[in-house]
């Protein structure tokens, strides 16, 4: 669509002029032109067929791999993507990859540029899970997925997927990354434990108890005239995902609250946040957690960006990286 008729619509999203000069210009400009005008999905009646979509806009276009395979386990999908180069002796290591989208967006072709990038790239299998999504399918659903997978990729993995069950990985962004942090202190505190050797964790969701007001993490009212992920729309998932208050505070959906335990044997990470994003300050605050707990932490601080810059990757390059 020209620009000239695009500009023509109603803006939904417009920036605030508090952000703006704080704003990537990059950003700024590819939201303008294809995010203003549409409405927020918190903001309409709900329908599940918002899903097809991506969660995020200006995603890159997957590479070719090795295979891509789709294996059904109990109430879900895994999607596997496998290196073209000859398996290494003792076999691949594997990434176990949670999408994002608030617990309630998304499906099994979110992640497919991002695994095959890191499929290709790292040369590694990636195994990214389809789990259950709210609100038909609330707390605990996508935490008990995230456990099946992890026991499917340990115990079939090497004769199914050609993996070294002693090499895991996981990840992801978001909620996903919210997933992925919960199973590392799964894996920490099963019997007997499951050794992990690193976690990803991309804009990571960590405390569902952080609130608007800025209290706890002073990013959710600096941030509350942010692009994308306002403080209502995040909230609007949390309700979605987790109902009931109660819920809030378990650490297999805030695991910043997981037992100290666990964080001592969690493996090493690397965390991604964002300066725009009201959700930096957690993340910030776990990756001190775990590395007061042992681990070796690099955070990295992307100047300018908002909650979804990571996922953007066919729009633009993000080289602004504290």
């Known amino acids: 669509m020209p620009l000239d008729d695009i500009a023509e619509r109603a803006v939904h999203q417009p920036i605030h002029p508090e952000l703006a000069p704080r704003l990537l210009p990059e950003y ?5 032109a294809y995010i203003a005008h549409t409405r927020p999905i918190h903001e309409l009646p709900w329908n599940p067929k918002c899903r097809l979509g991506q969660p995020v806009p200006g995603g890159s ?4 791999v090795g295979s891509i395979r789709d ?3 109990t109430n879900f999908i895994v999607r596997v993507f496998t290196p073209e180069r000859p398996r290494p002796q003792g076999g691949w290591p594997v990434l176990i990859y949670f999408h994002g989208g608030g617990w309630t967006l998304g499906n099994i072709a979110t992640e497919n540029a991002f695994s095959t990038n890191m499929c290709k790239r790292a040369s590694c299998v990636v195994v990214s899970v389809d789990y259950r999504l709210a609100p038909e399918h609330k707390y605990p659903a996508a935490v008990d997925d995230a456990v099946e997978t992890l026991h499917w990729v340990r115990d079939q993995g090497k004769q199914e997927l050609g993996i070294n069950p002693e090499k895991i990985a996981v990840g992801g962004s978001s909620s996903g990354a919210n997933l992925a942090a919960i199973l590392t202190h799964k ?3 099963s019997s007997p434990p499951i050794p992990l050797v690193f976690q990803l964790l991309v ?6 108890t952080a609130m608007p007001d800025g209290e706890k993490y002073p990013s959710w009212k600096e941030n509350a005239n942010t692009v994308s992920l306002v403080p209502e729309k995040m909230l609007w998932f949390r309700d979605n995902y987790l109902p009931n208050k109660d819920d809030w505070t378990a650490w297999d959906n805030s695991p ?3 037992p100290e335990e666990s964080f001592k044997k969690a493996p090493d990470a690397w965390i991604g946040v964002a300066e725009l994003d009201v959700l930096r300050d957690e993340g910030i605050a776990y990756g001190k957690k775990l590395e007061e707990a042992g681990a070796k932490v690099t955070v990295d601080l992307y100047k300018g960006a908002p909650h979804p810059i990571m996922a953007m990757d066919g729009a633009f390059l993000v080289s602004l990286c504290s």
Do not use: G, K, S, T
Request: aromatic share 12%; no cysteine.
């Open 28 to 32: 700024a400009a590819y939201h303008n």
């Open 71 to 73: 294996f059904r386990l």
């Open 187 to 189: 894996a920490a505190l």
């Open 61 to 64: 276009q997957p590479l070719q």
């Open 256 to 258: 910043i609250f997981a």
């Open 203 to 208: 804009v990571p969701v960590v405390d569902n």
